[in-house]
């Protein structure tokens, strides 16, 4: 039997996330069983202008409660409708009306109440209907999820919703036929474009001329800020090529402009280079041959190729936008002469001038028309000290350090491509030998600037502790952040050499990294300490158990796990349980559920009695617990969004107007005494949490800080701040 055919509205509004949702649940159980085709544009085509369709015997389904029910009937297996249940599916038909009559206004009055009665119902109960997912489930959560009201508060005030909607709508965002339908689109239009689309490259580039044991790559960075993902792209790409063609690469600091420039990010960003395995066993500096550039540029002075010029920096970039030449163009050898020992001097006039290279005006190419190649700059230089008065540009440098220092190979991100124009035009005006270039695609991160200039700004408006601040893209932002050195290179070199220009998302990067720690990070438990329920258990004793710290490896040797009449629960599960339920209390066994207090909506107290023999796989809830004991620490768990609102920062885009206005999250916690022995830098899972990895070790006033890993799952990288998606 052919599957049928679910239809969707790509950019429709509202979105058919439900409905997308049920169809994934439905072909997790049976396979194929329904086929999605994604059609672009608002609406589909036809009298109804819906946002989905179904064809079935003829006849067409286009709302999204009609399309569910189908679907479930359909496929009876997954157990989302069951009309031979007139109760169930009596409620269940109640709820999609709910859905339909309810949530599809945009009257935010009527919608605050209708969020009210939601949280009131959910109160005790874990699903809409019974005790499993169904169609009012997913109906109802996409109903939410595509309302820009809901959407707002939720990111914004969630506590407006109540805590039992909120929480029943986080559970549903993290199921995997949720996580479906939120990605869904994406994904396809990923796989419509590929391969040009795919974030995976090759490094198959053929590099000409090209001899085994001859090539030389050079990575070049400015000494002025610190080493981040974009050139750690760089730094293993000719690190690679180097090591393919059993060649060499060097480390050169472009140290050229003393004003940005300091030892300090120097040295960092050789630690980093280290950290990624790219030593800097070849080291040097632009700086190392400013005698040689200065004579070039006398050279090319005295052969007319540069000349002079002070004109302002206003006129001089209306007059290259309208390639209008500069009235300095045609000034004698001698007057440029005279003008650059004044430059060099550092003197009233000099300062007036920079230096350029006499190319093309005319050029469609900008970068051609006579771009500037020395300018005065009276700072002190880290290394030079006071000896220079100017300074050579990157246009001008690079090309001739390439070339004197033996690089046969240039590698670079195509946002240079313009300028190798330029390039080989330095080359061939002085005479050098040639070098290839190379350009591949640098990687532009969503939601990510790489800007050092924007990232300073962060720094010093104290938006950020620094540039090892775990919501910078640095190397050391994203290692504290809990990214493994392994899953950075592995994912860099999934990159390749492609020249692919992507606006890359981050939940890859941090599933490749979820694969790499989850074998090996240790198993602890905590629970938050707002709200934290004691609950006091029946015919336990207080004991001390040595259980694996991971179930699947034990290599990793075995935790002391404290039990006793006394433990602590989270709010939030306390609130699903139900008097005279059974729950599975991880690592422990079976209990009862013989009482519940409570003050308001909040659960003060429960009476648990022990039911050890039970079986654990009819419970529905496995809940983490923790003894109140001694054992019991205080800790501080963190967790991040991403610095800016904005998915793609466009070039006219003012960093100011994008900030994030909460981007960081703390919560007070208390976990197992077995995380007292842990080092700074140790990744570690807390059950049903998450990863963690230890920041800081407590101290006398500070508990320890643990900064949560982002697990790459699509419903997880989401930015909390951002609530149109």
Same mark, same amino acid.
């Not at 169904?134 to 969630?158: N, Q």
């Not at 198959?204 to 792209?233: N, Q």
């Not at 790409?237 to 060649?247: E, H, R, V, W």
């Not at 075995?558 to 339920?581: F, R, S, V």
């Given at each position: 039997?052919?599957p049928?055919k ?10 058919s ?10 072909n997790s159980i ?16 036809g009298?109804?202008?819906?946002a989905?369709?179904v064809?079935y015997?003829g006849?067409t389904?286009?709302?999204?409660n ?6 479930a009937r359909?496929?009876p297996?997954a157990?989302?409708y069951?009309?031979e249940?007139?109760?169930?599916s009596?409620?269940i038909?109640?709820w999609?009306?709910f859905a ?5 206004t945009?009257d935010?009055?009527a919608l605050?109440?209708?969020y009210?009665?939601?949280n009131k ?6 699903y809409i209907v019974?005790?499993?997912?169904t169609l009012?489930d997913?109906v109802?959560w996409?109903a939410?999820?595509s309302?820009? /009201? !809901?959407?707002r508060?939720v990111?914004t ?5 109540g805590?039992y909607?909120v929480r029943w709508?986080e ?6 036929? &949720?996580?479906?339908?939120l990605?869904? /689109? ?5 796989s419509?474009k590929?391969p040009?689309a ?15 044991g ?5 990575f070049?960075?400015?000494?002025s800020?610190?080493l981040?993902?974009g ?9 690679y090529?180097a ?10 600091f472009?140290?050229t402009n ?8 120097e040295?960092?960003?050789k630690?980093?280079?280290?950290l ?12 190392d041959y400013?005698d ?8 090319m002075i005295?052969e007319?190729k540069?000349y002079?010029?002070?004109t302002d920096?206003?006129?001089?970039r ?5 390639r209008t030449?500069?009235?300095?163009r ?10 650059f020992?004044?430059?060099?001097k550092?003197?009233?006039e000099?300062?007036?001038n ?7 005006y005319?050029?469609?190419n900008?970068?051609?028309r006579?771009?500037v190649?020395?300018r ?14 100017v ?8 090309p001739?350090v ?15 491509r313009?300028?190798?124009?330029q390039?080989y035009?330095?080359l061939e &005006? ?5 070098v290839?270039i190379?350009?591949f695609s640098?990687?532009n991160?969503v939601?990510?600037l790489l800007s050092?200039?924007k990232?300073?700004w ?7 502790s620094?540039?090892d601040d775990?919501? !910078?893209?640095?190397?050391r ?6 990214l ?6 592995q994912y ?12 890359l998302?981050?939940d890859k ?5 979820r ?8 198993r602890y438990t905590s /629970?938050l300490?707002?709200? &934290? ?8 004793t207080?004991e001390v ?7 699947k490896?034990p ?7 404290h039990?006793?009449?006394k ?6 599960d306390?609130?699903?349980?139900e008097?005279?339920e059974e729950?599975t ?5 079976n209990?009862? /559920?013989r ?7 909040e659960v003060?107290?429960?009476?648990l009695?022990?039911?050890l023999e039970?079986?654990f796989?009819?419970?529905k809830?496995?809940?983490t617990?923790?003894?109140?004991d001694e054992d019991a620490?205080?800790i501080?768990l ?5 610095l800016i609102?904005k998915?793609?920062?466009?070039d006219?885009d003012?960093v100011?107007d994008?900030v ?7 919560? &007070?916690a ?8 842990l ?8 059950e049903?949490k998450?990863? !963690?990895i230890?920041?800081a ?12 890993i ?5 419903a997880?990288m989401?930015?909390?701040?951002d609530?149109?998606?």
């Amino acid at each position: 039997m052919s599957p049928i055919k679910l239809v969707v509205a790509s950019k429709a509004s509202p979105f058919s996330y439900g409905v997308l949702a049920v169809t994934a649940q439905i072909n997790s159980i049976k396979k194929n069983a329904i086929e999605v085709e994604f059609r672009d544009g608002k609406i589909l085509e036809g009298p109804s202008k819906s946002a989905a369709s179904v064809t079935y015997n003829g006849e067409t389904y286009e709302t999204t409660n009609a399309i569910a029910r189908l679907l479930a009937r359909l496929n009876p297996e997954a157990n989302l409708y069951n009309p031979e249940d007139p109760i169930s599916s009596t409620l269940i038909d109640q709820w999609l009306d709910f859905a339909e009559s309810k949530l599809s206004t945009s009257d935010f009055k009527a919608l605050d109440a209708v969020y009210k009665e939601l949280n009131k119902y959910l109160t005790l109960r874990s699903y809409i209907v019974g005790y499993q997912v169904t169609l009012a489930d997913f109906v109802i959560w996409g109903a939410l999820r595509s309302s820009p /009201v !809901f959407a707002r508060i939720v990111k914004t005030k969630p506590e407006n919703l109540g805590v039992y909607l909120v929480r029943w709508y986080e559970y549903i965002t993290s199921l995997s036929a &949720a996580e479906y339908a939120l990605t869904a /689109v994406q994904k396809q239009e990923k796989s419509s474009k590929a391969p040009k689309a795919a974030d995976q490259g090759k490094f198959d580039i053929g590099l000409t001329e090209a001899e085994m044991g001859k090539v030389c790559t050079r990575f070049p960075p400015e000494p002025s800020g610190y080493l981040h993902i974009g050139h750690a792209k760089a730094a293993l790409l000719n690190q690679y090529f180097a090591d393919t063609y059993k060649g060499k690469m060097i480390i050169r600091f472009d140290d050229t402009n003393p004003t940005k420039e300091k030892t300090e990010f120097e040295e960092s960003i050789k630690e980093d280079l280290a950290l990624i395995g790219v030593p800097s066993n070849v080291v040097s500096h632009t700086s190392d041959y400013f005698d040689q550039m200065y004579d070039l540029a006398i050279k090319m002075i005295k052969e007319g190729k540069a000349y002079c010029d002070d004109t302002d920096q206003a006129t001089m970039r209306e007059q290259r936008t309208s390639r209008t030449p500069s009235k300095c163009r045609d000034n004698s050898v001698e007057e440029n002469l005279r003008r650059f020992q004044e430059m060099t001097k550092g003197s009233k006039e000099g300062l007036q001038n920079c230096l350029r290279a006499k190319i093309d005006y005319a050029s469609l190419n900008g970068t051609m028309r006579d771009p500037v190649i020395y300018r005065c700059n009276l700072t002190p230089h880290h290394y030079t000290g006071d000896k220079w008065k100017v300074y050579p540009t990157y246009d001008f440098a690079c090309p001739i350090v390439d070339s004197i220092e033996g690089v046969t190979h240039a590698l670079r991100t195509n946002e240079y491509r313009d300028r190798n124009a330029q390039y080989y035009w330095m080359l061939e &005006a002085l005479g050098l030998r040639k070098v290839t270039i190379w350009d591949f695609s640098r990687m532009n991160f969503v939601y990510t600037l790489l800007s050092k200039r924007k990232l300073q700004w962060f720094v010093d408006n104290k938006f950020v502790s620094g540039w090892d601040d775990p919501r !910078f893209p640095t190397v050391r932002g994203i290692r504290r952040r809990g990214l493994t050195i392994e899953a950075l290179k592995q994912y860099i070199l999934m990159q390749g050499a492609s020249q692919n220009v992507l606006l890359l998302e981050w939940d890859k990067l941090w599933a490749l990294n979820r694969k790499i720690i989850d074998p090996i990070a240790p198993r602890y438990t905590s /629970v938050l300490k707002e709200g &934290a329920v004691v609950c006091n258990v029946q015919g336990a004793t207080s004991e001390v158990k040595e259980v694996p710290v991971h179930k699947k490896n034990p290599d990793l040797g075995n935790k002391k796990t404290h039990y006793g009449p006394k433990i602590y629960l989270d709010q939030e599960d306390a609130k699903t349980l139900e008097e005279n339920e059974e729950i599975t209390l991880m690592d422990w066994g079976n209990m009862f /559920v013989r009482k519940i207090v409570k003050n308001g909506d909040e659960v003060t107290s429960i009476d648990l009695e022990t039911h050890l023999e039970g079986d654990f796989k009819k419970t529905k809830k496995k809940l983490t617990w923790l003894a109140a004991d001694e054992d019991a620490t205080e800790i501080l768990l963190l967790d991040y969004d991403y610095l800016i609102t904005k998915k793609k920062v466009e070039d006219g885009d003012d960093v100011k107007d994008l900030v994030t206005p909460v981007s960081e999250f703390k919560f &007070a916690a208390l976990a197992d005494g077995n995380t007292k022995k842990l080092k700074t830098g140790d990744i570690i899972q807390f059950e049903r949490k998450g990863y !963690f990895i230890l920041d800081a070790p407590a101290t006398d006033s500070e508990p320890a800080h643990f900064i949560r890993i982002p697990d790459g799952k699509a419903a997880n990288m989401a930015s909390k701040a951002d609530a149109s998606k």
